[in-house]
């Protein structure tokens, strides 16, 4: 470089000689300077990966506790599942894989004031009382039913295809199915397409952020929107491929136009976290905890609602197979 050579013919000069020690410093700041001037590195982008013929199962595990206050009454229900499900990989094309999934076993345990059961899609056993014959039906309608969909590399969920039969199942198991609920066509498409951890567009350094928006139809009361803000946290210490993601959840609701029923969210928090396997293409683990406080007005009655759940989802050991 022309200016080292300048440099080194000052240096040589016995009237301007500065000493091998201040030439060290300079050559130092230069280097410096050099790799200043490159431009920083983005991390490699996040993508699912996926094979063909491959099945991949998953445990989701969930606890939900609902607290309901009205004037002097109290009731607290607990809600506890554990579904056992696996996605298999049909067909792939570029960074799209056309895939299903299915529920292969489901165990529920309900607790509310006078009553409680315990049910295991696998005992072969239906629990009674009234309760249990209004959610039994519908679980075990849910168990074996194959639902269909495309999937791209960022996590990406589209052409949502519901069972008809399962459907047909669902509108005979009571007024909980019926359109607008959580067990309609459009309440299960939902339900899917919040499965699937999204990843962003493009490469983040540790600390970087990337948001999704999700609309949640309510029946009765509006609608639910969930806006998810991921963070990469870097590699785990123990396991580089292992990428630790934080999640940060903000619901908001608006209110039915025709609904007679006033909904205020008083207190809400979202928060959890994601393991993904960067080098298989595939989250390995997840914990999402939800808090939720909401004031229900309907005719005149207030009703003071909590509710706290938690949902842990694990991919079982050797759960990819071919």
């Not at 630790?244 to 136009?257: C, H, M, R, S, Y």
Request: aromatic share 6%; proline share 4%; no cysteine.
């Amino acid at each position: 470089m022309k200016w080292m050579d300048g440099m080194e013919s000052v240096f040589q000069d016995p009237r301007r000689r500065l000493g091998k020690k201040v030439w060290a410093i300079l050559a130092a700041v230069a280097a410096v300077a050099a790799l200043l001037a490159q431009p920083a590195q983005a991390a490699d982008a996040l993508r699912w990966k996926f094979t063909k013929g491959e099945t991949l199962k998953y445990t989701m595990e969930q606890k939900t506790t609902q607290d309901m206050k009205a004037k002097e009454r109290e009731l607290k229900t607990t809600l506890n599942q554990t579904i056992d499900l696996h996605w298999t990989i049909k067909n792939v094309a570029g960074e799209v894989a056309e895939m299903s999934q299915t529920i292969d076993r489901v165990r529920t345990k309900v607790e509310v004031p006078g009553n409680a059961f315990e049910f295991d899609s696998q005992s072969g056993k239906s629990p009674e009382g009234p309760i249990a014959g209004m959610l039994i039906p519908m679980l075990k309608a849910l168990v074996g039913a194959e639902f269909s969909f495309k999937m791209n590399g960022r996590g990406e969920l589209t052409d949502i295809q519901v069972p008809k039969q399962l459907l047909e199942s669902l509108s005979k198991a009571g007024p909980a199915a019926t359109a607008g609920g959580m067990f309609s066509e459009e309440g299960l498409k939902n339900l899917i397409s919040q499965s699937s951890l999204t990843l962003p567009e493009n490469g983040l350094e540790k600390g970087g952020s990337w948001t999704q928006q999700a609309r949640v139809p309510v029946p009765m009361l509006g609608t639910m929107l969930m806006n998810k803000t991921y963070t990469y946290q870097g590699s785990d210490e123990k396991d580089p491929n292992q990428i630790k993601i934080g999640l940060d959840t903000k619901v908001t609701l608006e209110p039915a136009a025709d609904s007679n029923v006033a909904v205020q969210v008083k207190n809400q928090k979202g928060d959890g976290e994601f393991s993904f396997d960067n080098q298989a293409g595939r989250v390995r683990s997840s914990h999402v905890n939800d808090h939720m406080e909401m004031s229900i007005t309907v005719q005149g009655q207030t009703l003071q609602q909590t509710t706290d759940t938690v949902t842990s989802m694990t991919l079982a050991d050797g759960a990819a197979s071919r």
